[in-house]
């Protein structure tokens, strides 16, 4: 069994070791590199995530995989890569202290059986169009520096149930002001299923 380290403690330029199944068919293949960053802010599946960036050799195959330090102890599940042609040694992992609940929850249950979910894809309200089709939503949404923006919503969520439409904008959760994406869902993370939550939307 792998011993959990504290990723609380990283410092860029650490090695870092990952340990996967790239290409789906490579069990146990180790790579190495250094941590190039922490807390980088990421959107994986329409989630922004604080991960740990390392330029240790990630492919396809090795999300899920573990990432550890000099030490053997584990301080990171792959989850990410950046692809693309003239992209290369970008890796990104979800840092240990934050699936150390869900990893207890696996062990014992065999899934994570309290993690609480609102049912939205959300990015950052500092929005720029890409094109000139200027909407007000998104001329609207200049002149806001907080809060994230309803990307999407899940169909029967409690999102959804609540009446959250694309477009909405989340200022706060339980009163309290919310300045990303990313702080929504740290936020949501906080919470235990079932709980009841009030949320400021403009």
Do not use: W
Request: hydrophobic letters at 40%.
């Amino acid at each position: 069994s792998a011993v959990i380290g504290d990723s609380s403690k990283l410092v860029v330029g650490e090695l870092a070791i990952a340990i996967g199944n790239p290409l789906g068919q490579l069990g146990g293949t180790v790579t190495d590199g250094i941590i190039s960053a922490l807390e980088r802010e990421i959107k994986v599946d329409n989630s922004t995530m604080n991960l740990i960036q390392t330029n240790a050799a990630i492919n396809p195959g090795n999300s899920g995989g573990g990432l550890f330090n000099a030490n053997g102890e584990l301080i990171g599940i792959v989850v990410a890569k950046s692809s693309g042609v003239a992209v290369e040694g970008l890796g990104f992992a979800i840092p240990v202290n934050d699936v150390k609940t869900v990893i207890h929850d696996l062990v014992q249950n065999g899934y994570a059986s309290n993690r609480a979910f609102l049912g939205v894809s959300l990015k950052d309200t500092s929005y720029t169009s890409n094109n000139n089709n200027y909407s007000f939503f998104s001329l609207f949404m200049q002149n806001i520096n907080y809060g994230a923006a309803v990307d999407s919503v899940v169909s029967g969520s409690p999102a959804g149930k609540a009446g959250i439409q694309k477009e909405d904008i989340i200022i706060s959760i339980n009163n309290e002001i919310v300045s990303s994406a990313n702080d929504v869902t740290s936020k949501i993370a906080s919470y235990n299923v079932g709980d009841k939550i009030t949320i400021g939307l403009i």
